[in-house]
């Protein structure tokens, strides 16, 4: 166990909806990670927070948002879902700003039919 | 931006035998390479890093080695049990995390 919590385990919807996913830093932790991880194109670094404020961007689409809050958990919200959207959404967290140890949570499965 | 390579994508090997995933990158300033494990159903978790400034590091089984010059690192796995068998990224920090595309490495009894 990390100590990263993710919820939902998995969630099933439709194209064109709105979902949230919610992480859990382990204590301590003041970065956390958002990847994306589908069969096709591997572990895909999506966005980073630090203590609320965000710090680094990968390949996140203008559709997906994020968000730390100030009890340092944070939320992805992925809108007008399509089909592509469909993977395992990994949250990680690590006490550094840069480049650290990174504890991953479970990880959330998004089907979108 | 930086490119991750990683080979092989799968990789069979009998018990006590060695393993070895190699990667390349890109980015001549990329500072810090990570190496995880990812077993079925869960999050890939960190077994192995080494920094820029040294070449080699080593933990009980597993060894880490790195070329600055030819921008690559290599994971070393000795002495493999079944309990090895997993999926493998390397990955590269140059202001983001990349990885690599992934090893199934597979160890038989």
């Known amino acids: 166990d990390s100590g990263v919590t993710q919820t939902p385990k998995h969630l099933i919807t439709a194209t064109g909806q709105r979902v949230t996913l919610r992480c859990s830093p382990r204590?301590?932790?003041?970065?956390v990670y958002w990847y994306q991880q589908s069969l096709d194109q591997g572990l895909q670094f999506l966005i980073q927070?630090?203590?609320?404020?965000?710090?680094a961007k990968g390949n996140i689409l203008e559709r997906f948002s994020a968000q730390q809050f100030p009890d340092l958990h944070s939320e992805l919200n992925l809108s007008s879902l399509e089909l592509g959207d469909s993977a395992l959404y990994f949250c990680?967290?690590?006490?550094?700003?840069?480049?650290?140890?990174?504890?991953f949570g479970p990880g959330t499965r998004l089907t979108v039919l | 931006g930086e490119n991750v390579e990683q080979h092989p994508s799968t990789l069979s090997v009998q018990e006590g035998d060695s393993a070895v995933i190699k990667c390349t990158y890109s980015?001549?300033?990329?500072?810090?390479f990570p190496w995880y494990k990812q077993e079925l159903g869960k999050g890939p978790q960190l077994i192995i890093d080494?920094?820029?400034?040294?070449g080699e590091k080593k933990d009980q089984r597993i060894a880490v080695t790195l070329n600055k010059t030819a921008k690559h690192f290599s994971l070393h796995i000795t002495e493999t049990q079944p309990e090895d068998s997993a999926v493998y990224f390397c990955?590269?920090?140059?202001?983001?995390?990349?990885f690599g595309t992934g090893t199934s490495l597979t160890v038989i009894p």
């Open positions: 990955a590269s920090y140059i202001n983001q995390f990349y």
């Open positions: 204590s301590g932790d003041l970065s």
């Open positions: 980015d001549s300033a990329s500072n810090y």
């Open positions: 080494i920094r820029s400034n040294v």
């Open positions: 927070y630090y203590n609320g404020e965000e710090r």
């Open positions: 990680a967290s690590s006490v550094e700003q840069g480049f650290g140890t990174q504890y």
